[in-house]
């Protein structure tokens, strides 16, 4: 089992930035537990379902973005330190949102689907106001 941890928001005005952060940890994890697990973040607006925003390879080498965010989010990890980042820039008022940071199986078939991730945290609230 293991237990996310972001870290990271906050109110931010638009055009400016923020980096999110979220640690993984459990009762028998270690650094090579968590070069195991492809990693992603997701977000939740009010009113919205829950919505994929980025992910990453096992190993960092391979990142998936949605469209909207491309660009302008970049999803990296530092398996050293069971660390995965989700730096923010140019963020605009829609980015307002819960995100959430994921753990999902090492060779993920589907890298944006909420259905591959099995372990999530809580999650830390993005304000963009315009």
């Known amino acids: 089992q293991v237990e996310l941890v972001e870290s990271g928001g906050g109110l931010v005005q638009a055009g400016g930035s923020l980096r999110l952060s979220c640690v993984a940890s459990g009762r028998t994890f270690s650094t090579y537990t968590f070069s195991t697990y492809t990693m992603g973040w997701f977000r939740q607006a009010p009113g919205n379902e829950r919505e994929f925003v980025a992910a990453v390879s096992w190993s960092g080498g391979i990142t998936y973005y949605v469209d909207s965010v491309k660009g302008r989010f970049t999803i990296s990890r530092d398996n050293a330190k069971n660390t995965v980042y989700l730096q923010m820039i140019s963020l605009k008022p829609e980015d307002t949102a ?13 890298p944006r689907a909420l259905s591959e991730f099995g372990s999530w945290g809580q999650g830390t609230a993005v304000t963009v106001s315009s």
Do not use: E, I, L, S
Not at 98 to 109: I, K, L, Q, S, T
């Open 98 to 110: 819960v995100y959430y940071c994921a753990a999902g199986p090492r060779w993920a078939v589907a």
